[in-house]
């Protein structure tokens, strides 16, 4: 067994709208090591939630995962059937999404929605179940629990035990008076506070698995740094893998260890923080990190995006879908798409100046880390 | 919560007053008085009139007695049926009226919402189409169309009443009627809503979270999607109430329906008056409980007065 | 070539990248959107028709919408005509008057038989076909007895045609009326002139209320939305008092209040005339107003706080050119929409209240009272009834295709690809 909590092949997803079909990934590939957090940055439009949405089998009519493998914990997701990743859903994997404000049934008091979610997945812990099982006094039924329970065959949680598990886990992302808060609905919360419960619910059945869609990015800025404070705990306490997509390389910086960096549906470049931030090798890269302002000083920072605008996904440039405004693009990039080379044991970029062939750039290392 | 409530009655008894007194001046506005027109009145009835409206008195004073009789619950005569109060007319005509009415509100919620629901799950199919253009035929078509053509198809068929209530078939044709505007409206709505909010992002919350495509829709989606419906069902009520006028003439129905639209006819002033205030009465307090309705079903509706 | 493609690219080659896209003022992007969808273009297409049917139909119709035809009434458009002679034609019609057609359904002259001149007994009956100096050209006898006489029973026919001596059981021919395409009514009027001038004077009742409702509301709601505060209140509260119940009510009350009135008699009917029209128009406008006040208000509050309207006041633009010069153009969407609804809603509004007996007089017409009328014979003459029903269904119908089209076109949110 390889030690890669999700590993993305090849994906291909596309919307086949009325007007044509959009390629919002076009073969992507990278993973994520167990209990680690990784990165996913690029501008908008760039297919970094359809890449996780596809990942959560969550693309909508009329898109359409074409290609591509995504194994999780060895398990093709692309393969299984509905109702399997209906249980993987909120179980294994769990997603929270950009606007906390919207993201919660307002119809619905919290409550009403934690227990719902942990009684749908969570069963309750082995030794409760043998102690159950314990109590019964018909032998042959007790024998036959048991021997359930040593298959994994537990009871799920009933109404009291879930409410207090949501309870807990309303507390753990830091929601004062949970047992009280915990009876009322979305509206009488504050942003940060909604996107805490959104945590707390994602999290209440032990996901192995958290992939957060710019969880921070409706947030004000004390407040996203709390919310950031509190992912970096759950990794910690809970060994969760995560997945961040962001557009903002310093919530990268203080957050991952390894980044993706997209561009028009496809990974440009990909490394650990310190390669990104200290020797980017990708043309986008370096120009994401010219958008940033030099002062880094806790203000919101958004992306000042790189001159041009991203290319219509509907109609994408044949070669490197950056070439259009990349200031190095040769006759080749717009022929041919450049494919991820490997620069370092960690470190892959997909541009041409990589190529051997390649006129030498300052800045920019050629294919094995030859300079 | 109470204090919501409270407040909520006396902005309707007070918007109740309002209607009473404008239709009381716009009727006496009419040249010559309500009760002196045209037709000469018979002896007693005029006695009678005058007796219970004091109508010899000054306007302002006609208006107070009005109200006091009103206060009594009592409507005065009838005035082209002199051997009849309004509230026996009223009496007699609620019965009918309530019955068609009522299964007709049964009719549209307990059809429009599931076809609505369908028609969204299913958009774009030609269940869909088929749905929604009956749908537009219903909205545009006007009931009085739908009834007498009902009526049309129903003398070919033997066992079709073609007016009064007499048997339980007979109130097909004037509940389908009745129905059709606002049935075609629910189902309509239902759509539309239900794909706005099978859009919003607390259904994607819901799926990422492994709830069960059934619960995503009869529990998140549904919930949500029934606010605007509910919020309908006040402009139904009116549109219910007065579509009964017409089909109680086509289809022969003795409810307050037809003695509003034969008062109208024959100018019937206390008639007139009298099923005026009736219908504005109850349509306030229908409107108002379905504000009470919605509070419910919404949670962000704040109930504090 | 290997060298080549690694060559730099110069400035040039790069830019045909980017797509230029061609840039459409607002009225070109939604008649755009609106062209793409198929039902409003219809919607469109069908209001068009009933526009031209009512103006341009009622010039080519030889018939006049209060002509009657004394001879031909209560003649459906398409009927049994049986051959009894060389050249001679009739029709019997449902009220057993007897005609002379020609083979082609055009209809010529109407057989006497005024002096019920019959035998009870035999039931026989005779026609005359009389000259301009009503001298006898033809004699037909209609024998009745097949409904009621037991010998005969058998036979599935309910009369037969007897003409010098020869007894026709059979019909010739089904034919389409040739002199009244859609028929004539029970005092023989033109149906199709009366349904194009109905339709005529519907219209005429839904654009002249659609547009006073139209200034109304829109002066009425902007000015509360514009000044806000305690004028606001007072105003919107003024329009939920009138919202507080069904305001068909109120438009049947002021009917009553008004028809047959001295202000109908000397005001009304002298600027829309004759037969309460203008009575209907009135009563549609004094409450319709207040969907349309409702709308502005909720457009011009939020609009005017957007930035333009700020910038506006702070250079000391007025306020009443600020309303009309930069609020309404801006709300002009919701506001044509809820027009386009207006009208289908009022056509239905004046065929409700002539049904219930509010409609305007005759000799002139509505699609309220032609239907309505329809509606008492639809037994036995029931095209009386669906020629109009089908005028008003159809007309409400493009109507309200056209409107959620545009609905739809005029979407700020849709504005985008
Ligand atoms: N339902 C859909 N139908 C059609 N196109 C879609 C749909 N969802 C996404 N796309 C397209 O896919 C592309 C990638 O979208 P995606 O949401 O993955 O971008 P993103 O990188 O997450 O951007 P952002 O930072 O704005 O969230 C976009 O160009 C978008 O237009
Ligand atoms: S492949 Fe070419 S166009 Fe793309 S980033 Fe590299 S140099 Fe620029
Ligand atoms: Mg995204």
Request: include cysteine; aromatic fraction near 10%; hydrophobic fraction near 45%.
């Amino acid at each position: 067994m390889n030690n890669n909590m999700l590993e993305i092949k090849n994906l291909e997803t596309s919307f086949f709208t009325h007007l044509g079909e959009v390629k919002a990934v076009r073969n992507i590939s990278y993973d994520l090591k167990k209990g680690g957090i990784l990165g996913v940055v690029g501008e908008s439009g760039s297919g970094k939630s359809v890449t996780l949405l596809s990942v959560m089998r969550l693309i909508e009519e009329p898109g359409k995962i074409k290609n591509g493998e995504i194994f999780f914990d060895g398990v093709d997701l692309t393969k299984i059937s509905d109702s399997e990743i209906q249980d993987i859903r909120g179980s294994e994997i769990s997603m929270i999404f950009q606007d906390p404000m919207t993201s919660i049934n307002p119809v619905f008091t919290i409550q009403n929605q934690m227990v719902e979610v942990i009684r749908r997945h969570m069963r309750i812990s082995k030794e409760l179940a043998i102690e159950e099982a314990n109590d019964i006094n018909n032998i042959n039924k007790r024998e036959k629990v048991l021997e359930d329970i040593e298959k994994g065959l537990r009871r799920k949680l009933n109404k009291q035990e879930a409410l207090k598990r949501a309870i807990d886990y309303l507390g753990l992302v830091g929601i004062p008076e949970p047992e009280i808060r915990i009876k009322q609905y979305p509206h009488q919360f504050s942003g940060g506070m909604r996107q805490r419960v959104l945590i707390a619910m994602a999290l209440s059945c032990e996901p192995k698995l958290l992939i957060a869609d710019e969880p921070t990015t409706a947030l004000d800025v004390t407040i996203q740094a709390q919310i950031l404070d509190l992912l970096k705990k759950i990794q910690k306490e809970l060994g969760t893998s995560i997945v961040f997509i962001t557009h903002d390389l310093g919530v990268i910086a203080e957050l991952c260890e390894n980044v993706v960096v997209m561009y028009g549906g496809m990974v440009m470049e990909k490394g650990t923080v310190n390669e990104i931030f200290y020797s980017p090798q990708h043309p986008y890269t370096q120009g994401l990190h010219q958008s940033i302002p030099k002062n880094i000083t806790g203000k919101k920072e958004r992306l000042i995006p790189i001159e041009g605008s991203p290319p219509d996904l509907m109609d994408p440039p044949k070669g490197c879908p950056f070439s259009p405004r990349c200031k190095h693009a040769m006759q080749i990039c717009i022929e041919e798409a450049a494919p991820l080379t490997k620069i370092t044991e960690s470190q892959y970029s997909a541009c041409w100046l990589q190529d051997k062939n390649a006129p030498n750039v300052e800045g920019f290392t050629k294919s094995g880390g030859v300079k | 919560m109470y204090s919501y409530i409270g407040k909520k009655i006396i902005s309707s008894l007070i918007t109740l007053l309002i209607v009473i007194t404008v239709v009381f001046f716009m009727l006496r506005a009419i040249p010559g008085g309500p009760f002196t027109r045209e037709k000469p009145l018979p002896e007693a009835t005029r006695e009678r009139l005058e007796e219970a409206y004091g109508l010899n008195e000054p306007i302002i004073m006609q208006y107070f007695i009005y109200l006091g009789n009103l206060a009594q619950g009592d409507l005065g005569p009838s005035f082209n049926q002199p051997a009849y109060t309004v509230n026996e007319l009223l009496i007699e005509g609620i019965p009918q009226t309530a019955k068609i009415g009522g299964l007709a509100v049964i009719f549209i919620i307990s059809l429009g919402i599931p076809l609505g629901v369908i028609s969204a799950l299913k958009s774009n199919t030609s269940i869909d189409y088929g749905v929604m253009i009956i749908a537009t035929l219903g909205i545009t078509v006007p009931s009085f169309v739908i009834g007498t053509l009902f009526i049309l198809a129903a003398r070919d068929i033997s066992w079709m009443p073609v007016g009064g209530l007499d048997t339980p078939v007979a109130f097909i044709g004037p509940v389908v009627a009745l129905s059709g505007y606002s049935l075609s409206f629910v189902a309509r709505l239902t759509r539309s809503s239900m794909l706005e909010v099978l859009r919003q992002d607390y259904i994607r919350t819901a799926r990422a979270n492994g709830i069960s495509e059934f619960k995503v829709i009869f529990k998140h989606a549904l919930k949500n999607s029934l606010i605007p419906v509910t919020t309908y069902i006040g402009p139904m009520i009116a549109a219910l109430m007065t579509g009964s006028f017409v089909i109680e003439k086509i289809f022969v129905i003795n409810g307050i329906g037809k003695y509003f639209t034969e008062s109208v006819q024959a100018q019937d002033y206390t008639l007139v008056i009298g099923v005026t205030i009736f219908y504005a009465a109850f349509y306030i307090f229908m409107v108002f409980l379905v504000d009470i309705l919605y509070s419910v079903i919404d949670p962000r509706i704040k109930m504090e007065g | 070539m290997k060298k080549n493609r690694f060559d730099f690219l110069d400035s040039t080659q790069k830019l045909d990248k980017e797509q230029i896209r061609k840039s459409l003022t607002y009225w070109q992007d939604v008649w755009r959107r609106l062209r793409k969808n198929k039902l409003s273009i219809l919607g469109l297409i069908g209001v068009v028709v009933v526009l031209l049917f009512a103006t341009v139909g009622q010039l080519i119709n030889p018939h006049g919408y209060d002509v009657q035809n004394r001879d031909f009434k209560n003649v459906p458009p398409s009927f049994e005509i049986y051959k009894i002679d060389d050249d001679m034609y009739v029709y019997l019609t449902e009220m057993y008057l007897l005609i002379l057609v020609n083979e082609d359904g055009k209809l010529l002259d109407k057989f006497d038989s005024s002096h019920l001149d019959g035998d009870p007994i035999t039931k026989i009956y005779n026609y005359r076909l009389l000259n301009e100096a009503d001298e006898e050209i033809a004699l037909v006898e209609i024998d009745f007895s097949y409904s009621t006489d037991p010998l005969k029973a058998d036979e599935n026919i309910l009369y037969s045609i007897n003409y010098k001596g020869i007894e026709y059981k059979e019909t010739y021919d089904k034919v389409w009326n040739k002199s009244f395409l859609l028929g004539t009514d029970t005092v023989g009027r033109d149906l199709l002139s009366r349904v194009m001038y109905g339709t005529g004077i519907s219209l005429t009742i839904a654009f002249v209320a659609a547009f006073i409702n139209f200034f109304v509301g829109v002066l009425y709601g902007s000015f509360a939305g514009f000044f806000g505060g305690r004028t606001d209140n007072i105003m919107m509260r003024i329009v939920d008092i009138i919202n507080s119940i069904p305001l068909l009510l109120y438009v049947i009350l002021l009917m009553v209040v008004i028809k047959d009135s001295s202000f109908e008699a000397y005001v009304l009917d002298p600027i829309f005339g004759a037969g309460g029209l203008g009575t209907i128009i009135v009563a549609l406008i004094s409450v319709y107003w207040v969907g349309m006040a409702r709308l502005v208000r909720g457009q011009v509050l939020s609009l005017k706080e957007q930035e333009y309207v700020l910038a506006a006041r702070t250079i000391g633009v007025s306020n009443f050119k600020i309303v009309t010069k930069h609020l309404i153009p801006n709300a002009l969407g919701p506001i044509i929409v809820t027009m386009t609804m207006m009208i289908p809603a009022a056509v239905f509004t004046e065929a409700f209240l002539s049904f219930i007996g509010l409609g305007i007089s005759a000799p002139r017409s509505s699609l309220g009272t032609l239907t309505s009328a329809g509606a008492e014979i639809m037994q036995t003459y029931a095209y009386q009834l669906l020629v109009p029903a089908f005028v008003i269904a159809f007309m409400m119908l493009s109507f309200n295709f056209l409107g959620d089209g545009l609905r739809d076109a005029l979407d700020p949110r849709l504005r985008k690809g």
